[in-house]
């Protein structure tokens, strides 16, 4: 994965480092912000799904990535948890007209990241990268939703997508937290050894 750090001039990365500790300190409401020591220009986070919608309940891990340009251009967003949703294809890349045509260098990323989680309220067919989602969602909306819902049970609810929206396995993507999301550690009860825990979980 290649590092735009080095691209980016100085009072560029001073004015990222600015807005991405901001986030992390008071991020929007339903959205978790995972920054990276290592790298700035890549921002992990989670967005809970929209109630309302038929991504309620799942947690959905996401990256932007700042590019070369930022912030003259856009970052590029990414959804890492499956998601079936017109404007999502199907390599997770988000088709939104903020990160495109509508987008200025003082919008900055916690309105990227307020209107990623808009989308998934108002999703856009007229935009679609993913034609099918596209087309139920516009002639069919209950077969939509169930299918929406189904994606949504599978990959962004429990164990697999971890009710932090941190990635459990580390080839899925950097680990923000040493051990958020440890399924050994949440089935531990207050008075539970490491030990035992993890010799019921091999029984």
Same mark, same amino acid.
């Given at each position: 994965?290649?590092?735009? %750090?080095?691209?980016?001039?100085?009072?560029?990365?001073?004015? %990222?480092? /600015?807005?991405?500790?901001?986030?992390? !300190?008071?991020?929007?409401? *339903?959205? /978790?912000?995972?920054?990276?020591?290592?790298?700035?220009?890549?921002?992990?986070?989670?967005?809970? *799904?929209?109630?309302?919608?038929?991504?309620? *309940?799942?947690?959905?891990?996401?990256?932007?990535?700042?590019?070369?340009?930022?912030? +003259?251009?856009?970052? #590029?967003?990414?959804?890492?948890? /499956?998601?079936?949703?017109?404007? %999502?294809?199907? /390599? *997770?890349?988000?088709?939104?007209?903020?990160?495109?045509?509508?987008?200025?260098?003082?919008?900055?990323?916690?309105?990227?990241?307020?209107?990623? #989680?808009?989308?998934?309220?108002?999703?856009?067919?007229?935009?679609?990268?993913?034609?099918?989602?596209?087309?139920?969602?516009?002639?069919?909306?209950?077969?939509?939703?169930?299918?929406?819902?189904?994606?949504?049970?599978?990959? !962004?609810?429990?164990?697999?997508?971890?009710?932090?929206?941190?990635?459990?396995?580390?080839?899925?993507?950097?680990?923000?937290?040493?051990?958020?999301?440890?399924?050994?550690?949440? +089935?531990?009860?207050?008075? %539970?050894?490491?030990?035992? +825990?993890?010799?019921?979980?091999?029984?």
């Amino acid at each position: 994965m290649n590092s735009n %750090v080095e691209n980016l001039p100085p009072q560029v990365l001073r004015l %990222v480092y /600015k807005e991405v500790s901001a986030l992390a !300190a008071d991020p929007p409401e *339903g959205i /978790k912000i995972y920054p990276s020591e290592e790298d700035i220009t890549e921002l992990h986070t989670a967005i809970e *799904g929209p109630e309302g919608t038929p991504f309620a *309940g799942g947690v959905f891990r996401m990256r932007l990535v700042l590019g070369k340009d930022f912030p +003259a251009a856009p970052p #590029k967003g990414y959804f890492l948890t /499956k998601i079936f949703h017109p404007n %999502v294809g199907h /390599k *997770g890349e988000i088709c939104v007209n903020v990160l495109k045509r509508d987008w200025r260098a003082e919008l900055g990323l916690r309105h990227v990241l307020l209107t990623i #989680k808009c989308l998934m309220i108002h999703p856009n067919p007229e935009s679609a990268l993913n034609e099918e989602a596209g087309r139920l969602l516009l002639e069919d909306y209950t077969e939509y939703a169930s299918r929406a819902r189904l994606l949504t049970e599978i990959h !962004a609810m429990g164990g697999h997508g971890g009710t932090s929206g941190v990635p459990q396995d580390p080839a899925d993507g950097p680990q923000p937290k040493k051990h958020a999301g440890d399924p050994t550690k949440r +089935a531990m009860g207050p008075g %539970v050894a490491p030990s035992a +825990a993890l010799g019921s979980a091999n029984l």
